[in-house]
Structure formats: C-alpha cells, structure tokens
C-alpha cells in the first residue's frame, strides 16, 4: 500500500509518500518564508500558505515518483496537536482527498510522528526505548514501551529548548528560527571559564526549566561587543543545555531500566547534543538512534509512516469528516494492537 502523508501543523507545509514494500517513496518540504519579518509565527498566514502550497506540492510529489493519484491506497494526515487553523487545511485536505478517492485515512499524532521518525531509517530500532522530544514547542522524556504506548516521564516547565535556542539566536541577531545558527556560531566559541547553570540537575525528577538559563545568556551577552564575544556565550550556552538533556536522559535510563535512547525533533539535529547522547549510551551499553537531519524537524515523512503503522494496525477509516485538535495529550493514543 501507498499511504499519502500530510503535515501542516505549523509553519512547514509538507507531503511524503510510503510505501508499504519499499519504504520512502519521496517527501517535500516548504518553509513559510512569510513569518521571517516577525520574528514568529503568524497563525493566519500560516493557514493561508498552506492552502497555497498543499495541492501543487502534492501532485508534483505524485510526479516526481511517477504515480498517478489513483496510486494513493490510505491517506495519514497530521491532526494535532498544532495551530487549529494550519491543522484544518491539512485534515480537510488530507480527508477530502481520501473520500473523494475513496481510501481510508487516519489521524496521525504529530509528536508521534517525530518520536517514530529514527524508526524510517534504522530498521533495526524497535521498541522499547526512551525517547527525549526535542523541538520549538517541546521538551519531553517519553517512556515507548511499544509503538503507540507513550508514558511522558517529565516535560518542560517553561520554555522549550527550541524556543530558547530562538530567543538567544534573536538576540545575537542570527534570525528566526535561529537554532542551527546559534549552534554553528558556538563552534567559533571558545571555553572562558564561564559556566551557566544546569536547570534542575541538583534535584531530583525529570522536568526541565530552560528560562533562567536563558536569562543568563542574556545577561551575558549584554556585556559582550563582538563577534567572538558572543560565539564564547553561544558555546557556553549550547554546552549547558547538552549537558542537561543528557543528564536527564541519563536519570531516565536509571529510572526505566531502558537501555537504548532516540531523539527527535529540530533540536535533535544539533550534533554536540548527538554525541553527547551517543557517548552516554554506549557508555551504559547501549544505543542513540536520530533520524536523519531532514527528519529531526517538521516533514511528512514521519506522518506517513507514523500513519502506515496505525492503518496496517487496522484504525484507519472511511475519510466521513476530519479532525483537528490544537491540544492532545501524547498519552491518549491508543496502542497498536
Ligand atoms: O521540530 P521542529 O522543526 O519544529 C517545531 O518545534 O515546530 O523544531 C524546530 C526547532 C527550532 O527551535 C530550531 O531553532 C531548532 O529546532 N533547531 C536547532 C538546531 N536545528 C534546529 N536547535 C539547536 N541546534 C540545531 N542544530
Ligand atoms: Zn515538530
């Protein structure tokens, strides 16, 4: 089968297709350029370039694989949680396109659909695992006991790593969103002895604060004047975090006796965070998984895989009227069998 995957829960608007015998056909992405002048997502505009973007992009996706839309057997679609308006031109999309062809679809979780996303290029990755959620939005540890079955151990308090990554990228005058950009800037840095703290290691649990980290970044960066002044905070400052997701990735193992590890979301591209994982899990014999860097933010391609597994598991259905939800708890999906 063919599933058609759909994603439009933010300001990326993107369609992959998987193939139930030979994996990922082929996925596109778009990024809103609009919101750039911002300095965040514009909500509307966001809706209204997707309904721009969403049919051409699909049928040159068709073409480029040489398919016809008669080819599309199922069709996942990302249904939360996300801005309610860009979901709706993706559901409405997605489930109009699945009744009028007449093929089942199925709403897909888009956190799910990052959490499974290291799954698409290691065959070998099944569950358990631990999963650390990583993006503008998020921050959360996620226990996978099985596909589908997703125990939230501990999630952010405040900012997002993601969203702080932002903040400070703002402020260095690097763009939105300027994750990538502090993190290349940080290369440049070198160790001056300035330490930022580590939220909420010295105590126990596995929540996550990042504002007050970020306010010292902020504090530090007012008294610098240069280009090499700031790459020296922005080492600082991605040495804190990557030290304090792995900290925690770390209590988590211990806490679950899990073994191997998988990251996932835009902030999982970053590579000192990616060996600094891989590190503390071979460490413990076992294992970090990432998708590939494509993967790690907004795409479709976890979407129609996400979505496959859920229809092979039987809980698609006819495309009668569509869903969106701006809120959904990750712990409310249904397992697979
Ligand atoms: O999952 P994602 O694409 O989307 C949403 O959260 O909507 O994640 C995007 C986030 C942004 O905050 C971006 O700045 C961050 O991922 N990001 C990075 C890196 N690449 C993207 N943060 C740190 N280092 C990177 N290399
Ligand atoms: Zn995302």
Request: net charge negative.
């Amino acid at each position: 089968m063919i599933v058609l995957g759909i994603e439009t829960s933010c300001d990326e608007t993107a369609c992959a297709l998987y193939s139930s015998e030979d994996g990922l056909l082929g996925h596109r992405v778009h990024t809103q350029a609009i919101h750039a002048e911002y300095g965040g997502v514009v909500p509307e505009l966001a809706s209204r370039d997707h309904v721009r973007w969403l049919l051409p992009m699909v049928d040159g996706l068709l073409a480029d694989a040489g398919l016809g839309r008669a080819a599309i057997g199922g069709v996942a679609y990302t249904a939360g949680p996300g801005l309610l308006g860009a979901l709706l031109v993706g559901a409405a999309f997605g489930a109009g396109l699945a009744f009028a062809l007449g093929v089942e679809a199925v709403e897909v979780h888009h956190m799910e659909g990052h959490l499974l996303a290291p799954m698409l290029d290691n065959p070998e990755l099944q569950p358990p695992f631990l999963a650390l959620l990583v993006s503008g939005g998020h921050t959360m540890l996620v226990a996978v006991p099985a596909v589908g079955r997703y125990e939230v151990l501990g999630e952010t308090l405040d900012d997002a790593v993601g969203e702080a990554f932002d903040k400070i990228a703002k402020l260095m005058g690097l763009g939105y969103p300027g994750g990538a950009a502090l993190a290349r800037l940080a290369q440049d840095g070198s160790d001056t002895g300035a330490r930022f703290p580590r939220p909420m290691t010295d105590r126990p649990g596995l929540e996550f604060s990042f504002s007050g980290l970020k306010t010292r970044a902020m504090l530090a960066l007012a008294e610098v004047t240069d280009r090499q002044g700031r790459a020296d905070v922005a080492h600082a400052f991605e040495e804190a975090i990557v030290d304090t997701l792995t900290i925690k990735c770390e209590r988590a193992l211990n806490q679950t006796g899990l073994r191997n590890v998988v990251v996932a979301g835009g902030v999982g591209a970053n590579l000192r965070l990616r060996e600094s994982l891989a590190t503390m899990a071979r460490r413990r014999g076992g294992e970090a998984f990432f998708p590939r860097h494509e993967f790690c933010t907004d795409n479709a391609a976890m979407i129609a895989y996400a979505g496959w597994l859920r229809l092979k598991a039987g809980q698609g259905a006819a495309a009668e009227g569509f869903a969106a939800r701006a809120r959904w708890p990750l712990d409310a999906l249904s397992a697979l069998a």
